[in-house]
């Protein structure tokens, strides 16, 4: 009899932590090291075809910036890679070229932005100083943390879908 009404205590004794444990790994997960997730849950940004292909424009500048970068780190080509940094770091984003989108993005997003800007500066920075590829890389991922992060966030979805029930 006593040995039975314990079996249920034991179960939770050691569920418990268990539970702990899952509730501290989900509080602690980088965002950045995963991939989004089906059942879609970023946050909407509603915006006009315009402000869409500009935000666009600017990500594939971004894209090619770190394939640059990153083909220049494999040729060992220091000058190559602090040239398409600094170009990057320089580029405006897309509240820059164009008005309206000054609204519509969220301070946030402003934030993910400042931070891909300044780590492509300090990738320029560094590879003007002489930096190796060992010192570049781990910057190099702070950059792409900062996009993945962003990429996690937020989607575009077309602004009169704001009319939708
Ligand atoms: C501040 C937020 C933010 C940051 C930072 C960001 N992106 Fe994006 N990016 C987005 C959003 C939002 C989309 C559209 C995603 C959607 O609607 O599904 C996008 C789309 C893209 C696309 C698809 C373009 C197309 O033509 O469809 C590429 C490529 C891309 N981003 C590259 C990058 C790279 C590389 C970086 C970092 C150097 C970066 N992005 C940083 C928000 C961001």
């Known amino acids: 009899m006593r040995l039975k009404s314990g079996w249920p205590l034991l179960a939770i004794g050691l569920w418990?932590?268990?539970?702990?444990?899952?509730?501290?790994?989900i509080a602690h997960t980088d965002r950045s090291t995963h991939a989004s997730i089906p059942g879609d849950d970023?946050?909407?940004?509603?915006?006009?075809?315009?402000?869409?292909?500009?935000?666009?424009?600017?990500?594939?500048?971004?894209?090619?910036?770190l394939h640059r970068i990153l083909k220049?780190?494999?040729?060992?080509?220091?000058?190559?890679?602090?040239?398409?940094?600094?170009?990057?770091?320089?580029?405006?984003?897309?509240?820059?070229?164009?008005?309206?989108?000054?609204e519509v993005l969220p301070d946030p997003w402003r934030r993910s932005g400042k931070i891909v800007?300044?780590?492509?500066?300090?990738?320029?920075?560094?590879?003007?100083?002489g930096a190796t590829s060992s010192d570049l890389i781990p910057r190099m991922s702070r950059l792409t943390r900062a996009?993945?992060?962003?990429?996690n966030t937020y989607r575009l979805v077309p602004a009169d879908r704001r009319r939708d029930p």
């Open 72 to 102: 220049a780190l494999a040729d060992d080509d220091l000058a190559a890679v602090a040239k398409a940094a600094d170009s990057a770091a320089r580029a405006p984003g897309p509240g820059a070229r164009l008005q309206s989108l000054r």
């Open 147 to 151: 996009c993945v992060d962003c990429h």
């Open 16 to 25: 418990l932590p268990t539970l702990a444990l899952s509730a501290w790994r």
């Open 42 to 65: 970023r946050e909407a940004i509603r915006v006009s075809p315009e402000e869409r292909s500009t935000i666009l424009g600017t990500m594939n500048e971004n894209l090619l910036a």
């Open 117 to 129: 800007h300044k780590e492509f500066a300090r990738v320029a920075r560094l590879a003007e100083r």
